[in-house]
């Protein structure tokens, strides 16, 4: 399979807990995304990269979240301290850099904080 | 402030009909538009993209219009089919910029 892959699935914590979860994006892609999806809306955009730089980051993206991406390959999201709020569907996406290239998702990890 | 609008969030259309996917965008800088279409319990999947230097793209059973004056795109799925109950999501972007604004969806029924 080389498509985008996110673990895991799913994923139930407790209020506090922190959790981290992975991408490994299709692998000649040296653009990679997070992305937050709640019930009843749209995916919200968190923060990109391009190779290891992380070069945005969304005002959604609390202290509390931090993505990485060593080696420009795949990339960690750490939310510590969960809250019920942050229960959501969280999307990987890669894509090649340039104008016109349409970025290509993972099967999301769902966080359920109780 | 929500850039990418999709009213109508539901439709429901006979197998064999046309199904029409409208969506409005507020930036005026966005130049790249794309259709996503979404299973429950899956991430979305891309169908289809324009260029703001077009007004129709064409693939297969899809076409999607884009009307530049009036900030607005539509999708049009031809002959539909059941497979092609999902949300639909209208999303769009800035030159090198490939950080995408969504709408909130569409569900789309398509009863045999």
């Known amino acids: 399979d080389t498509g985008v892959s996110q673990n895991p699935r799913h994923k139930i914590t407790k209020r506090g807990q922190n959790v981290t979860f992975r991408c490994d994006p299709i692998?000649?892609?040296?653009?990679l995304y997070w992305y937050r999806q709640t019930l009843g809306q749209g995916p919200e955009f968190l923060t990109y990269?391009?190779?290891?730089?992380?070069?945005?980051k969304s005002r959604l993206l609390s202290d509390r979240f931090s993505a990485e991406r060593p080696k420009g390959s795949f990339s960690t999201l750490e939310i510590q301290r969960t809250e019920q709020g942050d229960s959501a569907m969280y999307l990987c996406?890669?894509?090649?850099?340039?104008?016109?290239?349409?970025?290509?998702f993972g099967q999301g990890t769902r966080l359920t904080v109780v | 402030d929500q850039q990418v609008k999709q009213n109508s969030p539901s439709l429901s259309v006979q197998e064999g009909r046309i199904s029409i996917l409208n969506c409005d965008y507020t930036?005026?800088?966005?130049?790249?538009f794309l259709w996503y279409k979404k299973y429950p319990a899956e991430g979305p999947t891309f169908l289809i993209s324009?260029?703001?230097?077009?007004d129709k793209n064409e693939d297969g059973r899809f076409t999607v219009f884009l009307n530049k004056s009036a900030k607005h795109l539509s999708l049009h799925i031809v002959p539909s089919q059941p497979g092609d109950s999902a949300v639909y999501f209208c999303?769009?972007?800035?030159?090198?910029?490939?950080?995408?604004?969504f709408g909130k969806g569409n569900q789309v029924v398509v009863i045999p």
């Open positions: 996406a890669s894509s090649l850099a340039g104008v016109g290239t349409e970025a290509f």
């Open positions: 930036n005026s800088m966005f130049d790249y």
């Open positions: 324009i260029s703001s230097i077009k």
């Open positions: 990269f391009q190779n290891e730089a992380q070069l945005e």
């Open positions: 692998s000649e892609h040296n653009r």
């Open positions: 999303a769009a972007s800035e030159s090198g910029n490939n950080r995408l604004a």
